[in-house]
């Protein structure tokens, strides 16, 4: 495998090495600074942790790390050099006179700096060409934004895109170099605004980032700042949108700012750039994919329990939750457990409810049917839980997004460490799936089956009393294929 | 139900009146556009589909819609006003004196304004009292954030608060009334930014969006500004990540704008509002929540093929996509369908993979093996494809999130319409599980049984007859329960 050399370690040298490694390259680091090993050891850790589940498949088997003392044995024979020692122009001059005199000629030597421009660094080195910014985001691993900055003097603007795809990330090409690049000039933007909201005591930092990440944040996460106003202006399209949005740069509060005059030229550029970045898409389609985003990401969210996702899980705790049916005195149906509408995130490419998506919902009614009998989230934490050692469903029929479906539950078996579940799902009066289950009692310590608390298991026996009145469920204790 | 009064429909009194209707209120509206009740029923639509999905509970039933041509008749008795007419000053006062005459003095009157302070709407008004500014976020009955903006005169803080809560909404109260209020202010630097970006020539409206959505944009969608912030200044804290990062700001690109002096009270003011904000947790704790939610955003907007989410999807193309072992000559094995790692958001609160992940890879070992007998996206765009009729999983033992896991296939029966499969799940060689599935062949137009192309049956057939000569799999044709 190619050897990528990482001069300078700390966050972003150790994302980029993560980031190498974990893609089959080999890696060797150079940093003076004696905690150096440690420092890119608990990146890479975050890194191994994190990166390679993003992929429906393995990565390549992980390069070699290795650290050298000598800056000229790091970068002999290096395919990829990434300079990212601290903001000092002159320090990364000397760095670049230093290497060039041991790395390869045909190398690229990447420069992750947020503060100079490429003919800075490229300057008074040996061969300037092999010199180019590859300013990553933190954490450098995960994120895939890669701005990459050149002049005239360099050759090498295919072989840099290249790599950087081939380790996952996206080149986004400067046509010219330019103060802080992209990217951080938004966030300056931002952090300016931010700073004044602050002196003048209008929000916190808490208040500001609820601003960000409960709005415009996860907005962007998505399609940015042009298309997600494409999809505001409407059918009218942009040139309509910015006739709206752009006399509110003349407002009082950009006083202090240079604005750019919203000439002919100027709108329409943006229109036509606008049209060919989204213009394969109606403005319906447009709003449909991005709330298909929002959802699917706010979903995640939830999942974590954060952000957006935290509001919604605090909202539904305030929903009032249906009564399990029957009511504790009258147990002889079975249990009313889900009661949900059908995600946009939930359905395949074959236009319905993903398969494993049933098996979620068929978790969730486990889960409500055990908080039903006690063994609730203060019950876990206390060590004790139940796990499916076995399930079989039966896939009787087809269901969308947005429709709502109910699952109600009956018990087969509540005994020892034992709860045998029956679960039946519909849309209305439509059965669309059974779920057959065993969960077995287990100590959460030893991940071994045991008893549950005398409470619990009353419970569940009482269900199991009532429910053994019950008709035997159609389709109950059968083997796959068998009718 | 309570009852709240929409005052101008469109996109953002769409968005209004679809939250207070999917939370179980009734919804009257006035508009004059006599496309109102096209444009609002198309919100509806958008938002039926993907609000509801976000939750695992049902939302209350939804209320009742009605259009009304007074605007006296729509708002008495309401208990929350929204108006969201044209951003001129007078229409919103004279809009607001006339409702005045009709409406409860108990009743909110929000405004969905983003030019106006509430002193403004207030000016001349009855009752200003009633008046707030509640700015809303597109869309609206997706994303949580709203401004609420009031003055000395205002008596009804918890009032509003409490109602946007029970909508889902997350009431953001801002200490003073500013112009533009917070987002606005954000989302107008970043603009003027980007207009220069264009005119100069620097980057397209693409380039723009991109180095928002691939870096700073899904990391704001989570922590926003300052957390993120604190997380990249490290355990050195804020004050440290202010003085690296503020000399910046006087760099020769801010010449035009007018930067606040950071003062030490300034700074202060900054590092005690991080501490309250984010100080329950260390930085290492908060780089590991952040790459958690970025792993579950990234993947959500992986699945559906977009954003940061499409270019894993290209990189993952790119990998070398492993063998089918044994090769086509050599069928006599089963075949190697998935080889994976489990990913952060895999595992549940059981600390480890989710029963549904068991069946979701499972799921995907048999769209690889779909894949290789020939039932690929393009035989399913045609028409034809695979359903799972039954299932049944055995858990057989847990892992864990970054550990690498691989199924091997077994075809038990490829006849006609009917695929039996047996994948066995490991990690090394630790058997995690068993799937056996039974899946139909079906047409996607009728939504019924069919039998497959030639080919793909040929394949099929193929596996079946040379995996006949295994041994049967232990555990096959098992119900649930039965050893």
Not at 241 to 257: D, N, V
Not at 337 to 352: A, E, S
Request: charged share 25%.
């Amino acid at each position: 495998m190619p050897t990528a050399a990482i001069i300078g370690g700390g966050v972003i040298g150790g994302g980029w090495a993560a980031r190498f490694l974990l893609n089959g390259w080999d890696v060797r680091v150079f940093d003076p600074d004696p905690e150096a090993q440690r420092k890119i050891g608990e990146v890479l850790d975050n890194a191994r942790r994190s990166l390679p589940g993003l992929y429906e498949r393995a990565l390549p088997v992980e390069g070699a790390l290795s650290f050298h003392e000598k800056m000229s044995e790091a970068v002999a024979g290096a395919v990829w050099i990434q300079e990212s020692v601290p903001e000092r122009l002159e320090l990364k001059q000397k760095v670049y006179q230093t290497l060039q005199e041991h790395c390869d000629a045909g190398a690229v030597l990447g420069s992750s700096t947020s503060g100079f421009k490429p003919s800075e660094l490229q300057g008074c080195a040996t061969r300037p060409e092999q010199i180019v910014v590859c300013h990553p985001f933190n954490p450098v691993y995960l994120l895939p934004l890669v701005e990459v900055v050149m002049t005239g003097a360099n050759d090498n603007a295919d072989q840099v895109a290249d790599i950087l795809r081939g380790i996952g990330m996206h080149p986004l090409v400067l046509k010219k170099e330019i103060d802080a690049h992209i990217a951080d000039r938004f966030l300056e933007a931002v952090w300016r605004e931010a700073l004044w909201l602050i002196k003048d005591g209008i929000a916190t930092t808490q208040e500001i980032d609820d601003a960000i990440r409960y709005g415009f944040g996860i907005r962007w996460a998505q399609m940015g700042l042009f298309e997600t106003y494409r999809v505001a202006g409407g059918e009218a399209g942009m040139k309509h949108f910015i006739a709206q949005f752009g006399p509110a740069l003349e407002w009082p509060w950009t006083k202090l700012m240079d604005v750019p005059e919203l000439t002919d030229d100027l709108v329409n550029a943006i229109a036509d750039q606008s049209d060919a970045q989204s213009g394969a898409y109606s403005i319906r389609e447009l709003e449909r994919i991005r709330d298909k985003n929002l959802v699917a990401m706010m979903r995640a969210l939830k999942a974590q329990d954060w952000g957006a996702g935290a509001l919604i899980r605090a909202h539904e705790a305030n929903l009032q939750r249906f009564e399990p049916k029957p009511l504790p005195s009258e147990r002889t149906g079975p249990v009313e457990t889900v009661r949900r509408v059908v995600p946009l995130d939930w359905v395949d490419y074959n236009g319905h409810m993903n398969e494993a998506r049933y098996l979620q919902a068929f978790g969730d009614a486990t889960d409500r049917f055990m908080e039903i009998i006690g063994c609730d989230a203060t019950y876990i934490a206390l060590g004790g839980s139940y796990f499916t050692a076995e399930t079989h469903i039966r896939h009787i029929d087809e269901v969308h997004a947005g429709h709502e479906i109910t699952i109600v539950t009956q018990v087969l078996l509540g005994e020892g460490k034992k709860m045998h579940l029956w679960h039946e799902m519909y849309e209305d009066e439509r059965l669309l799936a059974t779920g057959e289950h065993m969960l077995i009692h287990v100590s959460l310590e030893t991940r071994r089956a045991s008893a549950p608390s005398e409470a619990v298991a009353e419970k569940l026996s009482g269900y199991a009393r009532s429910h053994v009145a019950l008709p035997r469920p159609h389709g109950a204790g059968r083997a796959v294929g068998v009718k």
